[in-house]
């Protein structure tokens, strides 16, 4: 079964920058599309960034051009990198696999679910 591992999260003031780290092991029966998502105190689980199968990548347009998803495959690892960032961008950041995120995301509202692979979360504060 797949595991996924997250770090990098931490507390930063407004303009700064942050790496996020999202470690795989094990296995999945499918080729997985990786992705980010977040979820800020009372509010729904908001889908950040894709990197689909074909190394494709998708952002939303609230974190578009300052946030970048890559892959290390050598590491099985994906990286979210966080720059300019603001205090709505504080949340729990969660890293998932799925079948299929494509380049919106799957709606849910909940995260972490049962309907993905996620990892345990970590903590990105920003204050102004």
């Known amino acids: 079964e797949l595991q996924l591992v997250e770090s990098g999260g931490g507390s930063v003031q407004a303009g700064g920058s942050l790496r996020l780290s999202c470690t795989a092991s094990g296995l999945t029966p499918y080729e997985s599309d990786m992705g980010w998502y977040r979820q800020a105190p009372g509010k729904e689980c908001e889908w950040v960034s894709t990197?689909?199968?074909?190394?494709?990548?998708f952002y939303a347009d609230s974190v578009k051009g300052r946030f970048t998803i890559s892959q290390d495959n050598a590491k099985n690892t994906v990286y979210l990198q966080m720059t300019r960032l603001k205090p709505e961008d504080t949340a729990v950041y969660y890293c998932?696999?799925?079948?299929?995120?494509?380049?919106?995301?799957?709606?849910?509202?909940?995260?972490?679910?049962?309907?993905?692979?996620w990892g345990q979360g970590t903590q990105v504060t920003v204050s102004s």
């Open positions: 990197l689909s199968s074909d190394s494709s990548t």
């Open positions: 998932v696999a799925d079948y299929y995120l494509g380049p919106y995301g799957r709606l849910w509202s909940r995260c972490p679910n049962t309907e993905a692979y």
